[in-house]
């Protein structure tokens, strides 16, 4: 009976113990330790838990180990290039951008070039400089009153709920140095995002949080007194989330505190639940004229909608609807199938949606076919973490980016992977009080400046040594993808792209015309 061994060890060690009590008195202390020990045993044996049933005592060592093993793994067994979703390396990378210290590796790569997958850019002998007016560009078409002229990159949507308030405040202060834009996330804009007078752009979810009605409707006229507040400068529309596509918003219970629950306008003690579609709307063409109505509310700022891309006739059907209402939006927020999120079911985030590198030239070649390419702006989200992320999506179709997890990391994040739990280890995705005072925002605020800037010179200097001055100029063309068992190809070979008006005049690619065909602006 070897697996009862450490447990009958501790009962004849309390027999002896209580044996010399009756001796020496004095010696009673003796009875604790295995008189505890023996307690918890007689608990084991009647455990739910397989384990402690059969090894009483000793089974709770495979606890304790099973409770510290993601550190373990982390901190002493994780190579440079195994983790996930960001590697030590690029996690070294964006602390060190950061905090304003080298980014530089010695010794050579780490990478294993030659794997599927891997991708690369050819560089030019003849490097180019690349002007820091390169670094903006204006979202706004001919319908929009108010164009921004906004950075290409930008924080990525994270509520204030998720995130805590410090959090917020640090990015947010951040926006302001650096002369950013930060997404509020579909919580809501709280104040926090207005305390420092950053750039805002307001995400509006399936519950419009902060402009909602009692049964959970859009409110106009609330919706129009905030949107035409100077630090809003865009609005967004939220479809899906990469991580939870068609499944609506989760802010668990354990997380909402009495700021939340005035910001978001919904009652505390619940879990919050979004509705996974919008109830104003139904239709592509409803979206279209939702968008309208949201750009007259807001004073004619740049009004766009984020999805991840999912069944593509649904997106193809939204081209039509552009075409049919003549109402075309100012941005898309294209949203990756390997972005993050604080709360989502497993399954929605490790088997729905498209990932970015894919979604990103369809999105790009519908707008391109219709047409209207150079009216809509399109947003890359999805692991944006470095310079050369920042090419990849823009030479795949994007005109600019949004992170999310690296500002994270800028204030503090270590990716200890507990933002659904309330407990944080560093004040970043928590609501706990005591570990959020732990997190500087003005200390992490600089940290938040110093990512982007540092982020977009590496982004610059890699478009100067491709050998093209200008962001416009990058194409499929000159980023390679090695695929299995053959050489690394360019990305123009590896989908179709579109001419001009190539959906318009039957010109269709045989990729695109079974969807084309199915799509309507009458349904989704």
Known sequence: MPRYAFYVFCALTLASAAAAAVLVPQALWWWLIPGALCVVG??????????????????????????????????????????????????????????????????????DVGAAGAD??????????????ELRIRVGNEQCGQPYDASRLNISAMSFGSLSGNAVRAM???????????????????????????????????????????EGRFDAEEFKDKARGDTVRMVEIKLS??????????????????????????PMNEDCLSPPAHPEFSTPSGLLEFVARLRELCGGKPVGFK?????????????????????????????GAEGGTGAAPVEFSDYLGTYINEALPFVHNCLNG????????????????????????????????????????????????????????TGVATQDPRRTRALDPQAKAVQVRNLHHNTLNAFRELVG????????ALTPSLVYH?????PAVPYDQLYPFLEPGALLDGRIHPHYEEDWSRASANHF
């Open 42 to 111: 007689v608990a084991d044996l009647r455990s739910r838990h397989n384990v402690l049933r059969i090894y009483p005592l000793i089974g709770h060592l495979r606890y304790m180990l099973e409770f510290i093993r993601p550190e373990l793994r982390q901190y002493f067994f994780e190579s440079e290039q195994s983790g996930r979703p960001f590697n030590r390396e690029q996690r070294n990378v964006i602390y060190a951008r950061a905090k304003g210290l080298a980014d530089v590796s010695p010794f050579g790569t780490v990478h």
């Open 120 to 133: 690369f850019i050819e560089h030019s002998l003849a490097p180019r400089k690349v002007p820091d007016s």
């Open 172 to 214: 947010n202060l951040g926006a302001k140095l650096g002369d950013f834009a930060q997404d509020t996330g579909e919580g809501g804009i709280s104040p926090y995002h207005l305390e420092h007078g950053g750039d805002l752009i307001w995400e509006l979810g399936t519950a419009y949080f902060g402009c909602r009605t009692r």
């Open 241 to 266: 989330q990469g991580a939870k596509p068609s499944h609506g918003g989760l802010l668990p219970a354990a997380k909402i505190n009495r700021e939340i629950a005035e910001t978001r306008e919904i």
């Open 307 to 335: 999805l991840c891309l999912g069944r593509r006739s649904d997106f193809m059907g939204i081209c039509k609807a552009m075409l049919e209402t003549g109402i075309h939006p100012d941005f898309i927020v294209v949203d």
């Open 370 to 425: 219709i047409g209207l390419r150079d009216r809509v702006r399109i947003i890359a989200s999805g692991k944006v973490a470095m310079g050369f992320d920042m090419l990849v999506k823009l030479a795949l179709g994007a005109d600019m980016c949004n992170a999310a997890r690296p500002f994270m990391f800028s204030v503090g994040c270590i990716q200890a992977r507990r933002c659904h739990a309330n407990t944080c280890p």
């Open 465 to 472: 040594a491709i050998g093209v001055g200008s962001v416009a």
């Open 482 to 486: 090695r695929v299995e068992n053959g």
